[in-house]
């Protein structure tokens, strides 16, 4: 079962603030991912975890940005004194066992005002 | 900057028609993956195509990967209103498995 949850689906938040999101997978997988999608656009890659190490980070993950996965299960992804420009939809998205195809959670749409 | 263009950007069309959207990069992909995507939903994977030449179908959708692994093109055949959404193609690197996706193109099947 390659299922992702994401909490919280929605958030609205006044710029300054500090928001986290959670990605939880339903079964266990090496590789977790987040990506960010803004209106009109593709995902674009942020960071990603094998196991709970964080292998690689994007240079859109600016330092008010920060991800863990502490026990290589579930990830969260917190982002400090929040712009207008953070506004976007998070996406986390784990691989199969064979670690050939990626799958999506429902994401977490962040609003910044 | 997105490594992979998609066109058209957007497209509507009547119920029963074909429709044909195409993904084209400069790069060669290990592999490149066809989502879909719905308002305030997550990409829902459609296909994965690994091999140059390769095609799939699934039902009335029909997958292309070019021969070079560059390019690639979703078919749907007599397109229903359930086809609406957000298209999106995405390469994976080779070993990271990081996903670089194109725009999309936003398919309106009109009933």
């Known amino acids: 079962d390659t299922g992702v949850s994401q909490n919280p689906r929605h958030k609205i938040t006044k710029r300054g603030q500090n928001v986290t999101f959670r990605c939880d997978p339903i079964?266990?997988?090496?590789?977790l991912y987040w990506y960010r999608q803004t209106l009109g656009q593709g995902p674009e890659f942020l960071t990603y975890?094998?196991?709970?190490?964080?292998?690689?980070k994007s240079r859109l993950l600016s330092d008010r940005f920060s991800a863990e996965r502490p026990k290589g299960s579930f990830s969260t992804l917190e982002i400090q004194r929040t712009e207008q420009g953070d506004s976007a939809m998070y996406l986390c998205a784990v691989l199969d066992r064979e670690n050939t195809e990626a799958f999506f959670g429902q994401g977490t749409r962040l609003t910044v005002v | 900057t997105q490594l992979l263009e998609q066109s058209p950007q957007f497209l509507s069309i009547q119920e029963g028609e074909n429709l044909t959207v195409y993904c084209n990069s400069s790069s060669v992909f290990s592999s490149l993956q066809w989502y879909r995507q719905e308002p305030g939903e997550g990409p829902v994977l459609l296909v994965t195509v690994v091999t140059g030449g390769e095609v799939k179908k699934l039902k009335r959708l029909t997958f292309q990967f070019g021969d070079a692994r560059k390019d690639s093109s979703l078919h749907i055949t007599a397109a229903q209103p359930g086809d609406t959404g957000l298209y999106l193609c995405?390469?994976?690197?080779?070993?990271?498995?990081?996903?670089?996706f194109g725009a999309g193109t936003t398919v309106t099947v009109r009933a």
């Open positions: 995405a390469g994976a690197g080779p070993t990271d498995y990081k996903l670089s």
């Open positions: 079964s266990e997988h090496n590789r």
């Open positions: 975890f094998q196991n709970e190490a964080q292998l690689e």
